[in-house]
């Protein structure tokens, strides 16, 4: 029973194309976010939805475009892919509002290489 | 924004104690955690401080003083499988930033 599952765990891509990558919780979380951690293995927030509303949104390029159809799930789209969008990209979810201390509860990660 | 610094790597004995620091700055505070992240998994919780002390967990302790910016994860009978990353990570305007993490190797 894997609480934050994400898919896929790897994805190896050409420039220039477009991806996606799923994640769900089964935690009953109501707030769900996208990390993104390059090869400093430096964490960092990129996107966060509390029951399927957008509530952070760092300085991410437009080509991301997180979408959550409900509470329990957040993907994340990425269009016209670069090198640089080479990382391992975290999904997390946390129990309450986004505006919480609560803890947050990462899924495996998915590894994306852009060659 | 905040700087969040801790040391890049430490090494330690098996049965051994290591006191992992970590200082920041930041406006905003509302807490800071302690992640485990073993090579190529996720980062896992350890541990939570918004109020300045110890809190201990088993053999895992953490230690927050909010007036000088640090805080401290503190593990003891350190175990082969404790060898990890820990990532210090501060709670700013309830968004979760994090530290470069410190990377901890057990030896035999």
């Known amino acids: 029973d894997t609480a934050v599952s994400q898919t896929p765990k790897y994805l190896v891509t050409q420039m220039g194309n477009d991806k996606s990558i799923k994640c769900e919780q089964n935690l009953g979380h109501d707030t769900m976010y996208w990390y993104k951690q390059d090869s400093k293995k430096f964490l960092k927030i990129m996107f966060s939805y509390n029951n399927k509303e957008l509530i952070i949104n760092e300085t991410v390029p437009n080509r991301f475009s997180p979408k959550s159809p409900d509470k329990a799930h957040l993907n994340l789209h990425i269009n016209s892919l670069e090198l640089g969008d080479s990382a391992v990209y975290f999904c997390a979810s946390s129990q309450g509002a986004s505006v919480s201390t609560d803890t947050q509860y990462f899924g495996p990660g998915t590894r994306l290489t852009v060659l | 924004g905040q700087n969040i610094d801790q040391p890049t790597e430490m090494t330690a004995t098996e049965g051994a104690i290591v006191q992992i620091n970590c200082t920041y700055q930041?406006?905003?505070?509302?807490?800071l955690f302690w992640y485990q992240q073993h090579a190529g998994e996720a980062p896992t919780f350890l541990s939570y401080?918004?109020?300045?002390g110890l809190e201990e967990k088993g053999r895992f302790s953490s230690f927050l003083s909010r007036s000088k910016g640090y805080s401290y994860l503190l593990l003891k009978e350190l175990q082969m499988k404790d060898s990890a990353s820990y990532l210090c990570?501060?709670?700013?305007?309830?968004?979760?930033?994090f530290g470069a993490g410190t990377t901890v190797t057990v030896r035999a």
């Open positions: 930041t406006s905003g505070f509302n807490g």
């Open positions: 990570a501060v709670l700013n305007d309830y968004k979760l930033s």
């Open positions: 401080n918004v109020l300045d």
